[in-house]
């Protein structure tokens, strides 16, 4: 009863055996005193799945009070099932009465961090003391003696605490007392850059997260050690149970914390706890830059595949309609004429020389004439053909007005194409990611991303057209320059963080890589904590603090800038680079017209005295001289 009146109890669990005397007295005071009260019977043994319930079905803004009133074999069952089952839990408070001198010893290999546990334990009839656990300079947790209490009279005793049983969690953790912690993290900056000691240890060396840890650990009071997962990787939660890379570390308890561009996700927060977060970013895609078009066909640049067809198509049909608009004017001339006897026959169109009649009536050009000229017109060379009617000077009206507004856009376009080159389609979403499969591009991603999760389980849409085409051997463990030379060497487009792939790109060449304009799958980045850790609600009131005082962009800004500075200052200054205008990092130089520049005249040249000499062999084969 003192060490439940000495606590901010909201509802009580009671789990006890008749082991102990008094225990029946004692459980009957609980329930009439506390209405919030389940009882659990440990006799002959500790029902599990109820205790499991217990531990679990609870909100998590309360705090559950956990009172074993048991044997010590019993006790020891139950913590071993906490450990196993990686229940510890800030939220849980757990109060054991010890009657028997041998239980400390076996507790203190079961417990771990994260179980807040204060015991009374009976030294001689009527006298006991209470202890609370805490966690010591090794990372080991003990007790330590807090108070006594003495009985009077009738199971009536007075109690006394020297220093609070259960102290408040952020309070607890505001001094880790020079600890050092386990921190679990790969090499990947500008978040976490690592370096290898003489030794073959590694050692933080510069990164957004390594200030974070750092600033921590200067504010907090406790050291760290850097620590590599076997596997590289960032860490998901399989099917079978295990948790792999950096997550796995924490979940397992092989380390008190990761940091690293990591991801708060729903399957990751099923084995481990995330702090506040501290960074947000999104996925961008990091592609090969776009090269240069080939000048051979620049000719065509100006208009695309579908205009120069209709183009085309409009030129072939424009000889046919203007003959039979003067074909019908013809004849109802004719008709005219003949039967009001007032003209000649030979009336419309009169020309000196080539003239091409349709059958045998005078003064009518034929259609190969108009298709030859219309095609003259477009070209800018003028038309031969006289237009006598006003049908037919409507159509060559419309005709030269089409003609002269699109030469001079051609003109215009080709101009620009031909002086500054052109380059190809870059990829700047997902659905220009589908599109440049075919230009042999392969989407690769980090095999242990939050995003490479949502891609495998996506069941349709483009999440699951883009996972179908990933290239197993081009989805890489860990980030850096590995990934991004394949980008370039092996023409892959990348799928990472946004800021990552800006720096990586800076790093490694910026003109060589293009970022793609549009993000997606915003993501907060946290640090991950043991399940139930308690020392969680300090690392987050302390990275809310970070964040609200500009420190965690200013650590990026450094990041980006020191890495600027110090490329600068490696290629020199006052570099010439020769004349061009500056568009971003690449310097595009404008040039003048060369033969290259104008291939594609020479092969429509070449391609047309082809065709011609074709098929004048053709017809001397089909009528040959006689």
Sequence with gaps: MFLMQTSQHSDVVIIYDYTNSGVKELVESFSERWAATTLLTATPAPDLSQLLVALTSFHTNDLRYMVLLCSANTTRTIFDMVRDQNLESRRVRWLVVEEEPDLTDPLLYTLREGSL????????????????TYVNHENQVRFQEVGVWRERN????????????????????????????????????????????????????????????????????????VEVPADK???????????????????????????????????????????????????????????????????FYPFSSLLWIIVVLVTLLMGPLGYLFSRVHHQLTQTFDSTHNERSRNVGPSFDSGRIKWGSEPGLRGVEMFCFNMFRTIIIQGNLLPASSWPLRLVFFSWYAFCLILYAVYAGTLTAYLTKPSFNKPIDSLEDLLEARERGV??????????????????????????DSLDPSRSFATYG??????????????????????????????????????????????????????????????????????????????????????????????????PGTNMGLVRVAIQPLSLDHLQGGFYILGLGSLMAGSVLIAETLAYPLI
């Design 481 to 578: 320059t590995i990934a991004v030379g394949e980008v370039v060497e092996k023409n892959t487009a990348y799928m990472s963080g946004r800021v990552g792939s800006e720096i990586y790109a800076i790093q490694n060449g910026r003109e060589k890589y293009h970022l793609a304009r549009d993000t997606f799958m915003p993501q907060p980045y946290g640090i991950v904590c043991p399940s139930g850790a308690p020392f969680t609600p300090t690392f987050s009131l302390m990275l809310g603090r970070m964040v609200e005082s500009g420190l965690v962009d200013k650590w990026h800004r450094d990041e980006v800038t020191n890495f600027i500075i110090q490329q600068t200052a490696s290629q020199g200054k006052g570099e010439d680079q020769g």
């Design 117 to 132: 546990v204060g015991k009374a334990v009976r030294i001689k009839s009527g006298l006991y003391e209470i202890y609370s």
């Design 154 to 225: 009738e199971n009536r005793g007075r109690g006394s605490l020297r220093r609070p049983l259960f102290p408040g969690i952020v309070d607890m953790y505001r001094n880790f007392h020079g600890r050092q912690l386990v921190v679990s993290s790969v090499n990947n900056w500008p978040f976490f850059e690592l370096r290898t000691l003489e030794n073959g240890t590694v050692a933080a060396q510069s990164g957004i997260d390594v200030s974070v840890v750092s600033t921590l650990a200067y504010y907090l009071n406790f050291t760290y050690r």
């Design 442 to 467: 392969v989407a690769s991603i980090n095999a242990g991303s939050s995003f490479y999760m949502v891609l495998k389980t996506a069941t349709s849409g483009i999440f699951k057209t883009i996972h």
């Design 233 to 299: 990787q960032w860490g998901v939660a399989r099917e079978d149970g295990t948790v792999t890379g950096m997550v796995g570390e924490v979940a397992s308890r092989r380390a008190h914390l990761a940091i690293n561009e990591l991801t708060i996700t729903a399957s990751r927060e099923t084995v481990v706890d995330f702090s506040y977060p501290y960074f947000f970013d999104s996925t961008s895609l990091t592609s090969k830059a776009p090269g240069e078009k080939s000048r051979s066909l620049a000719v």
